[in-house]
Nanobody, 121 residues
Framework: QVQLVESGGGKVQVGGSLRLSCVAS????????MGWYRQAPGKEREVVAT???????KYADAVKGRFTISRDNAKNTVYLEMNSLQFDDTAVYYC???????????????WGRGTQVTVFS
């Protein structure tokens, strides 16, 4: 059974930082791309960042230069370091693993329950 458990969300002032973590179980973590997504109120879920099995990151334009995705295969964990947070970053952040070791985006996958990030002034 695949499980993805996110943590690290919270409330932070504009300009602040947070570090999200996602621990995966039930998959061969090192063989899988991983991704972080977010969904703001009234908006569709969108990809934030993905990381390949070799650690190559990709970012959405909205977060380039501010967010960093990384992974620790020994801990089955993917991270999202978020700096210079803005109001528009307020959302529920989800971790995703692909099915059958395919691409994480686009494509079917397994999702965590999400962690709320709220940015305030």
């Amino acid at each position: 059974q695949v499980q993805l458990v996110e943590s690290g969300g919270g409330k932070v002032q504009v300009g602040g930082s947070l570090r999200l973590s996602c621990v995966a179980s039930g998959i061969i973590f090192s063989f899988n791309e991983m991704g972080w997504y977010r969904q703001a109120p009234g908006k569709e879920r969108e990809v934030v960042a993905t990381i390949s099995t070799h650690g190559t990151p990709k970012y959405a334009d909205a977060v380039k230069g501010r967010f960093t995705i990384s992974r620790d295969n020994a801990k089955n964990t993917v991270y999202l370091e978020m700096n210079s947070l803005q109001f528009d970053d307020t959302a529920v952040y989800y971790c995703k693993a692909p099915r059958a070791m395919g691409p994480v985006d686009p494509g079917p996958g397994y999702w965590g329950r999400g962690t709320q990030v709220t940015v305030f002034s």
